[in-house]
């Protein structure tokens, strides 16, 4: 049984079915929590950053998760080891290269996801992007030929139905070119944050050292890093007037990097403990926060076809991951 040990000289480990001197505390449901709040937190960072879209634009409002949580990012690294008492690992080209595809991805779903709710709710939006353990399976069937569970199939087909219906244009049973494109951009959004967890979960098991919490915040650190430095390079060259309003925007910004980091921080953790499939799943409650979101701070109503559509995007994750 796997245990979370913590020795006498502070250090904290994941090691299954071991026991050491110190204090052996059970570790197996650790990630469901981590899962919660890294949800919680993200769900209050989207809002804060589409407050922010219509200012900045797609790409500014993004860049502020990245830029403005890289100072949190890298307070808690210090925590972390001066907790613990250990040093921070240093990665090899494993590493960086999970980590460079994970910091790529993620601006990519970031963007992407601002996109869609400038023309869909807060609430839909995260709908859309909820669909991402079932295209993780398709991308499986598609890349690798990996053949689905007669149930898994079913899956797919029932949260397709979701989607398609909640892009159902209201009292004409057609489906609206209008509602595909924010439907195509956050079905695409959560391709890349699939993507992107896949990578950042392998980079944290590419670290060779420390205990799960400093590599998940030692990985953390390194992609905040790089994702800033990547997009003021792009804005610097391609939007600096955005660049300079998101510096000019600092005090809302400031809170949105910092739910950012604390958000990634638990994900990151939740990434080191289990399989990334397993908290993109119960990721699911996100769906639920943003729906009280959309209603109490952006005052948007939802239809009875939008939340039947929801309904059928999380049974089919729900059937995906009982056909495993």
Sequence with gaps: MGRLIVSNHGRVRAEPGVWTEGVAVPVELLWIPATLLAAAGQTARNAMQRSLTERL?????????????????????????????????????RFYSFLVGGSITQITATVLMLAAMRDRSFAVTTAYIKTEPVLVAVFGL???????????????????????LMAVKPGTGAVSLVALRPAAQGIAAGAFFALSAIFFRGA??????????????????????????????????????????SLKAWRPSLFAGFMGAFASQFWFIGFALTSAANVRTLALVEVLFAQAVSRRLFDQATTWREYAGMALIVAGVALLLASH
């Design 204 to 245: 944290i098991g590419a670290l060779p050292e420390g205990s799960f919490v400093l590599r998940a915040t030692t990985t953390l650190a390194w992609s905040l890093g790089v994702q800033s430095g990547l997009l003021i390079v792009w804005m610097g060259l391609a939007d600096r007037p955005a660049l300079v309003n």
């Design 142 to 164: 598609i890349v690798l030929g990996d053949v689905l569970q007669p149930l898994a199939a079913v899956a797919v087909l029932v949260a397709t139905a979701g989607v398609v």
């Design 57 to 93: 634009g797609t790409v500014g409002a993004s860049q502020v998760r990245f830029l403005y949580g890289f100072p949190f990012a890298l307070l808690f690294l210090g925590l972390v080891v001066l907790v613990g008492g250990e040093r921070i690992p240093t990665g090899d080209g």
